[in-house]
């Protein structure tokens, strides 16, 4: 089995505002082994992209701060290295890709450039080995005539091509992590399955762990190792790819599964739907967070906020109906390893 | 197939002919026109009383650009148009703007498609104050009728929009739009921008309204699945033309044309049991300026062969009720 290479437990985000500290996660507690995909779903608003930004502690950037927890990468403690350490981290062991590839790229320098700039930087590598490196880079992402591409700039390439340069840039110091932030939300579906495609098979080849964060439950079910569901700002359900689709437990999780029109099936009835709308971060509700919208609300759920209860080994939820139905935490502590 | 407005679709309600829209590209010191790109390039099609034509295609394949044309918000460069017999290319300013009473939007964008300065009431009123004498009275009582239609708290109507969430901004979105009580709506990307879990409740909101008011809708999208679910007939579009018209569950089952079969599986399942092989199609979708010759999917098809590139393959009934542009088509 392969080792632990990431674990953060307890992470608290919050942004400072004019009405004070607003928490944008709460508690996140999460696991990643080597060369293993986590993927991160769930709506706007949850605390997905806040988590991914806090892990290479970009939020410090954004206006936010990490108030609480640790994150722990191959045994430093990220959440209280200074800027000055996380340098050599960021783009050189974690490294980052974001939804939109076209903003992510500089329109005034050639794709050769962008990516022999990390190389240089981390690996120390000559101009021309770089130059060299970064046509490597290209070719290995199935970027077509790649000397030649080099020498292009941004505007030349379609957005899918853009964002394999951008996986390009993000690899080319070989990450122990990459962290992929809906890389395939602004492509179109043929464009969408080459780069999953494409993400896959790096993985396997460089060895590599993914953080993968959608919302589309159907990218998360092709490349998902695990799954965590996040749910304004808290994990509510986390578990093995199969755990989370053929015993999906939370019932924001069950919801969320249900409301997907199908491929198959019958057309045109009435879809399931969850009621209300989620709740923005000046309002998380007392208790429970989903409470207001789960048909299954009690009075606990109003009042208390529920703990982990693991359903098996390897899958919890954070939802009182499964209080009888589990062994409660302390008899399976999260601290020894169980996610 | 559900209700029984759908099941006799007899009466042509958008008839479309050898449609084109082509937008000029302008170049150099004295804006010449250097070419064109052709983002609607023949397109023919019946869209029926009651039922919803589901309209697909990847971004820039000319899907938005036909719905604005069928609405007559972009002038056509070629071809027929017609609206309940009306010939909509050839009709005065004047009558154009009373069918407009007939034929409605609803954009994408929550957010952008609603004047953030305007009260949802004045939203939701203009188009009442703009084509029915009405009294200030009667235009807010209809205002609170069209608002709990659509679900909303008829209180908020002295709001603003950025007072909403999303999906409830959609929901003013289609208050507007239903608000002359139209026959034809054009919903486009309607339901894209929105979380999944107010999708449904959306989509759901689209197909009670289709019921009680007996609309028709032109349904476009990009989300497949949503496509499939309220879809009674779907077109698939690719550079400009029509690949693929036919009945939503046998064209999803079988899709004749080698576009729509690698559309279909290129979308992921939300299944575990479902990682299996795709046709994952080469490249990207070509410039609508410049579109490859022959049939215009010829350079990322998996079947192509040399006629493929030479002759173009014109829409032609394949099944009964099915329509492929395809030279070898599938099975």
Redesign the interface.
């Known amino acids: 089995m392969a080792g632990r290479l990431l674990q953060i437990r307890d992470l608290t985000t919050g942004f400072v505002t004019e009405k004070g500290i607003v928490k944008a996660t709460d508690k996140v507690s999460l696991e990643l082994k080597q060369e293993q995909t986590l993927c991160l779903v769930g ?2 608003g949850s605390g997905k992209s806040v988590t991914a930004l806090s892990i290479m502690r970009l939020i410090d950037y954004a206006g936010g701060m990490v108030l609480e927890g640790k994150i722990d990468f191959n045994g430093q403690d990220l959440a209280k290295m200074d800027q000055e350490d996380l340098r050599d981290i960021r783009g050189n062991k974690i490294a980052m890709i974001f939804q939109d590839p076209m903003s992510a790229l500089n329109p005034v320098f050639t794709i050769g450039d962008q990516i022999a700039e990390s190389l240089g930087l981390h690996r120390g590598l000559s101009d021309s080995e770089a130059w060299k490196e970064a046509v490597e880079m290209l070719k290995l992402v199935g970027i077509p005539d790649p000397a030649l591409r080099a020498k292009q700039y941004p505007h030349e390439l ?4 853009c964002q394999r340069v951008v996986i390009a840039i993000a690899l080319a110091c070989r990450p122990a992590l990459l962290i992929a932030d809906e890389p395939t939300t602004a492509l ?7 780069i ?2 494409l993400l896959r098979k790096l993985k396997e080849e460089l060895g590599m762990s993914i953080i993968l964060i959608t ?8 490349m998902a190792d695990r799954i965590a569901v996040m749910y304004a700002g808290v994990i509510v359900e986390e578990g093995t ?2 755990e989370i ?2 015993n999906p437990s939370h019932p924001y999780t069950v ?3 249900q ?6 099936g019958e ?8 009621q209300g ?2 709740p923005g971060l000046g309002q998380i509700p007392s208790g429970c967070r989903f409470h207001p919208r789960c048909p299954h609300a009690k009075d606990i759920c109003r009042s208390k906020e529920p703990d982990d209860f693991w359903i098996t080994d390897d899958h919890r939820t954070a939802c009182w109906l499964f209080e009888d139905k589990t062994t409660n935490k302390q008899d399976r502590p999260i601290k020894e390893g169980h996610i | ?2 209700n029984t407005a759908k099941a006799t679709p007899a009466e042509k309600l958008v008839e479309i002919n050898d449609l084109k829209k082509y937008f000029p590209i302008r170049k150099g010191l004295f804006n010449r026109t250097v070419g064109h790109v052709k983002a609607v390039d023949g397109v023919s099609l019946t869209i029926k009383q009651g039922e919803t034509f589901g309209l697909v295609g ?2 820039g394949c000319g899907k938005s650009t036909l719905g604005r044309v069928i609405l007559q918000l972009q002038h056509a460069t070629g071809g027929e148009l017609r609206f309940e017999g009306h010939d909509l290319l050839t009709l005065k300013s004047r009558e154009l703007r009373e069918l407009r009473e007939e034929m409605q939007i609803i954009f994408q964008d929550p957010f952008g498609s609603l004047n953030p300065r305007f009260l949802v009431r004045d939203i939701i009123g203009e188009p009442l104050r703009i084509h029915r004498r009405l009294s200030s009275k009667e235009i807010d009582s209809e205002v609170v009728r069209l608002m709990e239609l659509v679900g909303l708290d008829a209180s908020r109507r002295n709001r603003y929009p950025h007072e909403f ?1 999303g ?2 901004r959609q929901r003013i979105g289609i208050a507007r739009a239903i608000a002359l009580n139209p026959k034809f709506i054009v919903a486009d990307e309607a339901v894209s921008a929105l ?7 959306v ?2 909101l689209l ?1 009670k309204l289709q019921k009680e008011l007996g609309l028709t809708y032109l349904f476009i999208a ?1 989300g ?3 496509v ?3 879809s009674d007939r779907v077109g698939v579009m690719y550079l400009g033309k029509l690949v693929e018209v036919g009945e ?2 046998s064209l ?1 089952a079988e899709p004749l044309h080698p576009y729509t079969a ?11 049991s ?2 299996r092989e ?1 046709i ?3 490249g ?2 070509p410039s609508p300026a410049n579109p490859p010759s022959g049939c215009r999917f010829h350079t990322r098809c998996p079947f192509a062969q040399s006629k493929c590139s030479q002759v173009e393959p014109v829409l032609t009934e394949a099944l009964p009720g099915r329509q492929v542009a395809c030279h070898y088509p599938l099975q």
Do not use: C, W, Y
């Open positions: 709506e706007s379609s957005g899918g091509m179109d579906v043929t464009v969408q399955a080459q999953l495609d919302h589309d439950m159907g990218v998360a079910a092709e790819v199969q689709f053929e919801g969320l599964l409301s997907i029109p199908g491929l198959e057309r045109g009835k009435e879809l399931f739907t969850i709308n989620i | 197939m559900s990847e971004s969430s999906g409830q979380d999944v879990s107010v999708q449904s409740q989509i759901n197909m990009h497949l699945n949503v499939r679910h309220i939503t569950e999803f690698a559309l279909l599986s290129a979308i992921p399942k939300p299944r575990v479902d990682r795709r994952v199609l080469q990207d979708v």
